[in-house]
Structure formats: C-alpha cells, structure tokens
C-alpha cells in the first residue's frame, strides 16, 4: 500500500517536471526573444532607442513573459521556471526532495532549450547572457542578485504559496516583482534572479564569463533569506497583525467618520447640558429660600 503511494507520488513528480520543461521554455523562449529583438534592433539602428529605453523593454518583456506563462501552467506545476524558487519551496515544505530535484533538472534544461531556439530563430549572437556592469566587483553582484531574488522569492511565497482569496491572481503581483527588480538590476548585473534565466544561455555560447558563478551564489543567498523571513512571519503569525485584511464583508470596512466624530462629541454635549440644568436647579432652590426667609411671620 505505502509502495504503491509511493509509486504514484514519483509519476505526478515526474509528470510535473516533464511539464515545468515546456513551462520554463515558453517562459524563457518569450524573455530571451525580447532581449534578442532589443538588442538587434539597437545595433541595426543605433539612435533608434535610448539604453534607459532598452533597459525599460527588457524590463517589460521580462515581466510580462512570467506573468502570461506562469499565469498558463499555475494550476499544472505552479509555474515555478525557477531552481532558487523551487529550493524556496522546498525548504518551507511545500514540495519534497523528488520533485525538488527533478524540477531542476527541468529548468536547468528548459533554459538551455530557450536559449537554443532563440539563437537558431533569431540573426546574430544570442544577447541574453548577464554580466556585471562596469565598475560593479563580484561582491557587489551577489548582493544585488540576493536581494532581488529575495524579493521574487518572497513573492511567490506570500501571493502563491500562501492560500487566499487573491491567490488566483499571484501570477499579477509575480510578475510585477520581475519587471521592479529588473527595473532596479538589469543595468548592474543583467537581473538573472534565476541561476536557470542565467545558465541557459551561458552554456549556448560556451561559458564565455568568468564571473558566472555570482548567478549561482546570489540567487542561492536570495532564496535561504526569503525562505527564512516567510518562516519567521509565519512562526509570529502575521496574519493576527493585520486582521481582516483579505475580507469582503462590508461591516468590516472603517465606520463613518463623520458619525464617529458627531458620536464622539454627543457626551460632553449631554454632560454640559445636564451640569447647566443641575446649576440652573440649584441657582433656582437657592432663591426660594431666599424668599421664604424674608417672608413676614
């Protein structure tokens, strides 16, 4: 019986792993072929763009190619596309080793099939490798891709991973991270964020950059600090900080402030009023008195 789950286990893992192949090349294939359209174009044309607005091109086509494709095979193999995403996910228990493992593999190989299929469709050098910008040292690099891949991370596992009534719409706020992070680091270091985006065309072109190795490291630093930070907001609870954030019911929404003022400002009103009659009472005994004194026998 527990031979026979186990059997079952390991064919979805397998057929999960066959599928996040095709996922991760339809991502990458879409990502790399934008980055080889803006760069062909900047070299065929060279006053036809500025480099803020090839950054901001590759930035798009970045974002949109994970939003569309993970947005596609979200509900097959959770459009993951990414070794340091997988790790993430295994270190916080949402996958087991077997398709940790296998998931790797499926990127690691859809990235240098995306890569292929660019340089084979497309004229020219494939242009989708990263390299740090000049006058940024390996130590720089790392860090950069540790803190944006922290940030993707942290993405998947709080709009993804995470179940809630907005959960259907992770691949949105996915995507919208690549595009920031890319916005922020594709100058600096290309924006890899995925040691699979940076392999795959590396090894197309023969690992011609020395420094490739920081698109291992960073990527991996990313994904053990943004596993470590969900794990401590789910340790302390994070959703207590906050409650009802995700609620539709509209009795939750913020009172009228107008009425809360006028509510607010209703006592002293009442109590002023009362002190007046009760000194109005007290003024009027104390004249009475006044008059029955004087009073002749």
Request: aromatic share 10%; glycine share 10%.
């Amino acid at each position: 019986m527990a031979l026979t789950r186990l059997s079952r286990s390991a064919t979805a893992d397998i057929k999960a792993a066959l599928l996040e192949f095709v996922g991760t090349v339809v991502f990458l294939l879409l990502g790399f072929g934008g980055i080889q359209a803006a760069t062909s174009e900047t070299v065929a044309t060279p006053n036809a763009t500025t480099d803020l607005m090839h950054d901001l091109y590759i930035a798009t086509c970045m974002g949109l190619s994970l939003l569309v494709s993970a947005w596609l095979f979200f509900r097959v193999t959770g459009g993951l596309f990414n070794p340091n995403i997988s790790l993430a996910l295994l270190i916080v228990g949402v996958i087991g080793p077997l398709r940790f493992a296998l998931y790797c593999i499926a990127q690691l190989t859809g990235a240098i099939a995306a890569a292929a299929l660019v340089e084979a469709l497309t004229p020219g050098p494939l242009s989708a490798n990263t390299f740090l910008a000049q006058g940024i040292n390996a130590a720089q690099g790392v860090f950069i891709e540790m803190f944006i891949t922290a940030a993707l991370v942290l993405a998947v596992l709080m709009l993804a991973a995470e179940k809630h009534r907005t959960t259907p719409f992770a691949p949105i706020g996915i995507g919208l991270t690549l595009f920031a992070c890319h916005l922020f680091a594709v100058y600096y270091t290309g924006a890899a964020m995925n040691t699979a985006r940076a392999f795959g065309p590396a090894a197309v072109t023969g690992f011609g950059y020395k420094k490739h190795w920081i698109y291992w490291v960073g990527p991996f630093l990313g994904s053990l600090l943004a596993a470590g930070f969900y794990s401590v907001l789910k340790h302390y609870e994070y959703w207590t900080l906050n409650p009802d954030q995700e609620s539709i019911d509209g009795d939750k929404s913020p009172a009228d402030p107008v009425a809360k003022i006028a509510s607010a400002a209703s006592p002293r009103s009442s109590d002023g009023d009362a002190a007046e009659a009760e000194s109005t009472g007290e003024s009027a005994g104390a004249t009475g008195r006044t008059k029955v004194e004087r009073s002749p026998v």
